[in-house]
């Protein structure tokens, strides 16, 4: 069973950091993409930045680009999002999405973690 579990939300003020971590656990061999995603209240769900495997292109949302950093740890099995100068439109839940390889005949999974709170708030 694969499952991602993100951690590392909260609330920080205006202009502060945080780190979110998804952790992707269960059979995975590879990865086709990972990323994240948030939906603030009475919003749609958006894309915040994705490692896409097949391009080896990283792609990031307009509202974060030069703000928010994603990365990865392949022996982890972990994809982090730095978030930096935070701003009250950045509240929202933010959930970690992942399509891998489970085996070596090529089975994939995709899927969403729980999600992780993020209120920026003075």
């Known amino acids: 069973q694969v499952q991602p579990v993100e951690s590392g939300g909260g609330l920080v003020q205006p202009g502060g950091s945080l780190r979110l971590s998804c952790v992707v656990s269960?059979?995975?061999?590879?990865?086709?993409?990972i990323g994240w995603f948030r939906q603030a209240p009475g919003k749609e769900r958006e894309g915040v930045s994705c490692?896409?495997?097949?391009?080896?292109?990283?792609n990031y949302g307009d509202p974060v680009k030069g703000r928010f950093t994603i990365s990865r740890d392949d022996a982890k099995n972990t994809v982090y999002l730095q978030m930096n100068s935070l701003k009250p439109e950045d509240t929202a839940v933010y959930s970690c999405y992942a399509q891998v390889v489970t085996d070596l005949y090529g089975s994939t999974w995709s899927g969403w973690g729980q999600g992780t709170q993020v209120t920026v708030s003075s």
């Open positions: 269960g059979s995975t061999l590879d990865y086709y993409a």
């Open positions: 490692i896409d495997r097949t391009d080896g292109h990283i």
